[in-house]
């Protein structure tokens, strides 16, 4: 028996009853849902338990929805229910499925005594009732309704009513619409003064139309359009509350007219365009101006600039390129944060602050003639830090343990904010799906930071968001794989980064080298591939010299969106100039396997790209989808066959197809003996890649959060190999290749790290697509066989992408 009451926003209401007969069999379906799901069937018990608590008077809140009603199309419908529901408080106690974990949390603990387990089950863990006693659902209606006023519908009417169902009750807001108000006409400013003309300068830009819909947050960011461009005129003082849109909704039908003003109260100071006179630099431990010197002791560096020779950190040349201010230009809010963000990403200072004092012709008082002191206070760092760190290592190949670092800095090795970094990295780590197989490893790391374009040539000075910087590096691996073999790695590199925008980076490495040295192999995996397979095929023993680019987009770090995007570009060159200057002019000869050597080493040849999309959204307060895809190809040629080792793409494991242990699927339909991967088979890599995941991830607790999750994806080869047989990639029968995994996650999320278990099996296995001829394979859970055949749990350190 369902009781609703419905109220209006007059006071009246009326209520009826309506009979739900299909309620036990939903709960009889779900419950044999979640059987076959494994989860447990208590959770519907103890949803119910948490209604017994509850006083005769009392009801749980559930909820709210709210429904519009219109006689004429409502365009922006998801839209206006997802603003009203943006102001409904407070919210329901949080959910799992048909549980509510906190508020049961919450319940058991005033039965707990035991030490003072109880006291933090209810204040810590758990949440109290969310009761409907104390929902304001007048104060709701009203705020929604100044919502739904503020996006244009000025004559919009809200009510409710209520859905009452064994202690648990749920609150529908009724919306009734009429169309919106749209602007007719704007009147720019009618005043001769030089801001007014400013003002009606920039509405060429403006973000509004005649036609439009009116909407308060619109005029607001109009208003901080019109200040942006005005603190780019020497504006300094000026704020966007000073800006005053005055509607006249009487112009015509459902229409307004906007008239732009000017505060009337807006003080003089604000009116008036400022020009930069002198910039003092100042730096210090505290960051405080001395008092006791004024500027007449301090050395000009450049036009209008000062600073104390005794007190500088940096040379006069490297403070110059990160100061934007000019001396007799009008003052820039633009360059005011360039300033600042390229001082700030020399990684020398602290702090940096900028403070700016009005100047006035005092002798005349002429206070037309109006100049700001910018004085650039910097707070220094320690120049030189030693620090040690140890982390849990999780990587794409089910290898997970401990690791540490060590590193020595010098932020500013030569007084041009040039950062040497020396570092120290080691680690054990274990194969998580299987016992007896570890991994050790070990290096050492040098790289200086120069926070400049070094370049053999002048260029245009930039104004990136960030100080570019040129990068230099020099490093050695020692990696030792118990169950496959040694492997030592030098890489050495020389390149620039640029950081354009605070969502965007790019990477420039016109020179990369890479060597590699095959030490011991292991007896077993020795027996399978000898040294002389692995260095015929180009694996190990062989150099690379080459160039990489890289291309970086993350909206997370702008914009505060239930959207994001993470875009990676990489491309990879390598061994081209070094296979030009021996083959196309003649200056080297073939060894015995055909390939060119330097120093009779040979090199690898090839072009590699690779690109990641990332997109989530949120879909609610606990909620969000996030989705990934991950295409690559890598094509040999010239001196290689076969793309080296360290640069072939493999799939499966906790970051990748969590379905398959990694390595252990691909290329193509290539079925291995050894299906799951307990020795490393060098065959299992490819050159080309096509991977998506989907995930949907959730709040349990503030401590549990959980997922459900599908992979799917295969690499392949571009060419049909003997050893590989099925692994190439032919366009008509990609698809069929393509593997499929699902299952699902319980994360565990400390704040500092978060720690994760993803339970997973697969759909579809392209390796038995010759066996089976099934491309999808059959699922039996309640199979003892079948799950240990199928069933792979993945631990891991942090989110899969």
Not at 145 to 165: K, P, Q, T, W
Not at 169 to 192: G, H, K, M, Q
Request: hydrophobic residues 35%; proline residues 4%.
């Amino acid at each position: 028996m369902v009781n609703i009451k419905r109220h209006r926003a007059d006071g009246s209401h009326g209520s009826e009853t309506v009979r739900d007969h299909g309620f036990c069999k939903d709960i009889a379906y779900t419950g044999r849902i979640f059987l076959l799901l494994i989860i447990p069937a208590a959770f519907l018990t103890t949803g119910c338990s948490n209604l017994r608590y509850l006083e005769d008077d009392q009801s749980l809140y559930t909820g709210s929805r709210v429904k519009l009603e219109s006689r004429e199309p409502i365009k922006n419908e998801r839209e206006i229910i997802r603003e009203a529901e943006g102001v409904i408080r407070p919210g329901p106690n949080s959910r799992f499925l048909f549980w509510r974990p906190r508020l049961w949390l919450y319940n058991i603990g005033g039965e707990v005594s035991l030490w003072n387990i109880g006291d933090w089950l209810q204040n810590e863990a758990g949440r109290p009732p969310v009761l409907i006693q104390d929902f304001n659902i007048q104060r709701v209606a009203e705020l929604i309704e100044n919502r739904i006023f503020n996006m244009g519908h000025f004559d919009a009417s809200v009510d409710y009513s209520l859905r009452e169902r064994r202690k648990k009750t749920e609150v529908d807001f009724n919306v009734r619409l009429r169309p919106a108000y749209r602007i007719r006409n704007i009147t720019l400013l009618e005043e001769n003064k030089p801001i007014a003309k400013e003002i009606n300068l920039s509405m060429k830009e403006t973000i509004l139309h005649s036609g439009d819909i009116f909407r308060l947050d619109i005029l607001k960011k109009e208003r901080e359009r019109i200040d942006g461009y005005l603190k780019g005129k020497g504006y300094y003082y000026f704020y966007p509350d000073y800006i005053l849109f005055r509607a006249d909704s009487t112009a015509g039908t459902r229409e307004v007219d906007l008239h732009l003003s000017i505060l009337e109260d807006a003080p003089p100071r604000a009116l008036v365009s400022y020009k930069i006179r002198n910039i003092i630099i100042e730096t210090g431990r505290t960051g405080q101006r001395d008092k006791e010197t004024g500027t007449a002791e301090k050395v000009q560096i450049s036009d209008g600039i000062f600073t104390r020779p005794d007190r500088d950190i940096l040379k006069p040349q490297t403070m110059l390129r990160a100061i934007f201010l000019e001396k007799d230009r009008a003052y820039n809010y633009e360059d005011h944060l360039l300033t600042i963000s390229h001082l700030m990403s020399m990684r020398v200072f602290r702090f940096v602050n900028i403070r700016f004092d009005r100047v006035q012709d005092r002798e005349n008082n002429n206070p037309a003639n109006n100049y700001l002191d910018a004085r650039i206070i910097l707070t220094p760092r320690e120049q030189m830090a030693l620090s040690a760190e140890l982390k849990g290592v999780s990587k794409s190949n089910n290898f997970a343990g401990p690791g540490f670092t060590t590193s020595f800095s010098n932020r500013n090795l030569r007084g041009g904010a040039e950062n040497l970094t020396v570092q120290l990295n080691g680690a054990f780590e274990t194969l998580t799906s299987q016992r007896g197989i570890n991994m050790y490893e070990a290096g050492i790391l040098s790289e200086l930071s120069i926070h400049r374009l070094v370049i053999p040539f002048d260029i245009v000075r930039i104004r990136p968001r960030f100080t570019p910087r040129t990068r230099m590096s020099v490093s050695f691996n020692y990696l030792n794989r118990t169950d496959a073999f040694s492997l030592s790695t030098i890489r050495s590199e020389f390149g620039y980064v640029l950081n354009p925008y605070i969502s965007t980076q790019l990477r420039f490495t016109p020179f990369a080298f890479n060597a590699f040295f095959l030490g011991t192999i292991a007896e077993e995996f020795g027996e399978e591939f000898p040294r002389e397979l692995l260095i015929r095929r180009g694996l190990f023993e062989q150099f690379m010299l080459g160039s990489e680019y890289s291309y970086t987009y993350n909206s997370k770090l702008t914009e505060n969106s239930n959207h994001n995007w993470f875009i990676n570009l990489n491309l990879d060159l390598a061994g081209n100039m070094p296979w030009l200057f021996l083959h196309n002019l003649g200056l080297g000869s073939l060894d015995d396997k055909g390939e060119y050597t330097i120093l009779s080493q040979g090199f690898s040849q090839f072009t590699k790209i690779l690109t990641e999309i990332r997109y989530s959204i949120e879909t609610g307060n606990t909620g969000t989808i996030a989705t990934r895809l991950i295409a690559g190809i890598g094509v040999p040629y010239g001196n290689s066959e076969f793309l080296p080792y360290t640069k072939q793409f493999i799939t499966g494991g906790s970051h990748s197809i969590r379905a398959f242990h990694p390595r252990t699927l691909g290329p193509g339909t290539y079925s291995p003996v050894d299906r799951d991967g307990t020795v490393l088979n060098i065959y299992q890599g490819g050159e080309i890649k096509l991977e998506m995941n989907l995930e949907y991830r959730f709040d349990i607790s503030s401590i549990f959060k959980g997922a459900v999750f599908a992979d799917a994806g295969n690499i392949w080869n571009l060419r049909e190999q003997e050893e590989v047989p099925g692994g190439k990639f032919r366009s008509p029968d990609f698809l069929k290749q393509v593997a499929l995994g699902t299952g699902i996650g319980l994360r565990l999320d400390f704040n500092f790290f978060l720690l994760r278990l993803d339970l997973a099996f697969p759909l579809a296995d392209p390796r038995t697509l010759h066996e089976t001829g099934s491309y999808f394979g059959p699922v039996r859970p309640f199979d003892s066989s079948w799950r240990r055949d199928n069933l792979i749990l993945n631990l891991a350190i942090g989110y899969p992408f």
